[in-house]
């Protein structure tokens, strides 16, 4: 008690003027509540994220190239394929800080298919420091096209949508199961090139026949948005299905703090300590406990693996041979936004759902299928008021615009998605958007150059085949 008093004492008669170093006491508590709020507020993490997001998408400077298509083109959908390999290698490799903290994102492409006023032009939109790397790709694959720059035509459009005088149709489509699962590819519709083109059936055709039908005062927009997926796990989670349905599940592995691993390692050596007390105690020669070769485990898994596969139903083996296959190819995060808009006066909701109708041909139930992303669907249903709360919340945040009414939550969501039309958003905004990804086959099935089996007359299309040089011409 009397060192307690006398540090009391000692403490009383300090005579030293702190108030000059409160402020560093009031700072380091703001700060920590400042990030202590920030880190469980997850909205307000994602209101800075998509903010920092758009500021990056905003300074990027970028390119739009029109691309018209010979009127003999034979080449499958495998030379797109090759093109989507090559843009693939223009990835900047960002981190986890610059994604989390600056808003940056991969390199990002926009594949584009308009139709305006019933003429179909193909586009494709990157960066411009890419602009040369993009046109190699398509010449070498495609030398027959002819690629120009030129205007972004989502700029002549209104720049609200809808408003007094315009009614717009426009929804995203998401997968049904996770993105292992493949759609149906060009592979399976045995697209071949040569005489047989004029023979297959290219299931582009009915994407191109539902963009055509349309007239004066009208326009239909199919944007694909793809990019280098950034810290996605979508082979390991593909991996991990096949693994369950040929029954060679396995556990992860959990991690553990330095306490519990402490413990873990004090209980597995228990038995060593056991069988050695034991032994100095009734002695006899000591036997070390058996523990069983991590390679026989193997062995034995492999075993009943490829056992399991063979006891497989056909469609199971199709199954994870497709699984395997997708995860396999160089994959693209991708967003697939479809958008329809007239005059009030001849504005016809059909031929928005022709458009819609047109991509569920891709759907295979047994693999993966196309659907309207619910938190952005064109038709909303009276649940969607309060099942979807955190998306409605987003827009009403973005939009300034109280979505009390299904009608109201209808408009700003295609509001929503003219806009990301208008400035191709990509990533992962957190307005109610989601993406997927697609392997490189997979693109190129949803978006190809027709082949000539594919009869659109309102194309535009090179007339007459470019040609060098002739081989004789004098040079100085």
């Given at each position: 008690m009397d060192?307690?008093?006398?540090?009391l004492s000692w403490f009383a008669n300090l005579k030293v003027n702190i108030q000059p170093y409160f402020w560093v006491l009031y700072v380091a508590v703001g700060l920590f509540l400042f990030f202590k709020v920030f880190k469980i507020n997850k909205k307000l993490r994602k209101r800075f994220h998509d903010y920092w997001e758009d500021l990056f998408l905003s300074k990027q400077e970028s390119c739009i190239l029109e691309i018209k298509i010979p009127q003999a083109l034979e080449k499958t959908p495998l030379g797109m394929e090759q093109v989507f390999a090559g843009l693939h290698g223009t990835a900047k490799g960002v981190t986890k800080y610059e994604v989390e903290a600056k808003g940056y994102l991969e390199t990002a492409y926009s594949l584009e298919l308009a139709s305006i006023e019933g003429k179909i032009h193909f586009f494709i939109r990157g960066e411009r420091r890419y602009r040369t790397t993009m046109e190699a790709l398509i010449y070498a694959q495609f030398p027959e096209v002819e690629i120009?720059?030129?205007e972004d035509y989502t700029q002549d459009a209104p720049k609200k949508l809808p408003n007094n005088d315009y009614q717009i149709a426009a929804a995203e489509l998401?997968?049904?199961k996770p993105d292992p699962y493949p759609i149906r590819t060009y592979q399976q519709f045995e697209l071949k090139a040569g005489?047989?083109?004029e023979f297959v059936a290219d299931p582009f055709a009915a994407v191109m026949e539902a963009m055509s039908a349309i007239g004066e005062g009208e326009q239909m927009w199919a944007h694909c948005v793809i990019g280098v997926p950034m810290f996605s796990n979508w082979r390991e989670d593909g991996q991990e299905i096949v693994d369950k349905i040929m029954g060679r599940e396995t556990e992860k592995p959990k991690t553990m703090g330095l306490l519990r691993r402490l413990i873990h390692e004090i209980i597995s050596f228990e038995p060593h300590i056991t069988s050695r007390t034991s032994h100095l105690i009734a002695g006899g020669e000591y036997v070390m406990p058996v523990e069983t070769p991590l390679e026989e485990d193997e062995k034995k898994q492999s075993s009943m693996a490829e056992l399991g596969f063979f006891r497989l139903s056909p469609g199971e083996r199709e199954?994870?041979?497709a699984i395997e296959r997708n995860i396999s190819k160089l994959g693209f995060y991708t967003m697939l936004r479809l958008v329809y808009f007239a005059p009030n006066e001849i504005f016809n909701t059909s031929k928005a759902m022709t458009l819609i109708g047109s991509f569920l041909q891709f759907n295979d139930k047994t693999?993966?299928?196309?659907?309207?992303?619910?938190k952005?669907?064109?038709t909303v249903?009276?649940?969607d008021l309060y099942r979807n709360m955190a998306a409605n919340y987003n827009l009403f945040w973005k939009h300034k615009e109280i979505p009390y009414t299904r009608k109201k939550l209808q408009k700003l969501r295609m509001r929503e998605i003219y806009r990301c039309c208008q400035n191709r958003a990509f990533g992962r905004p957190m307005r109610g958007h989601k993406g997927f990804i697609f392997n490189t086959e997979e693109l190129a099935t949803i978006f190809h150059f027709p082949m000539k089996s594919v009869l659109t007359p309102e194309l535009p299309k090179v007339e007459a085949k470019r040609g060098g040089p002739p081989a004789r011409l004098p040079v100085e």
């Open positions: 060192i307690l008093r006398q540090v120009q720059e030129v998401i997968l049904e005489r047989e083109a199954l994870c041979l693999l993966n299928s196309f659907k309207s992303n619910p952005l669907a064109y249903r009276k649940p």
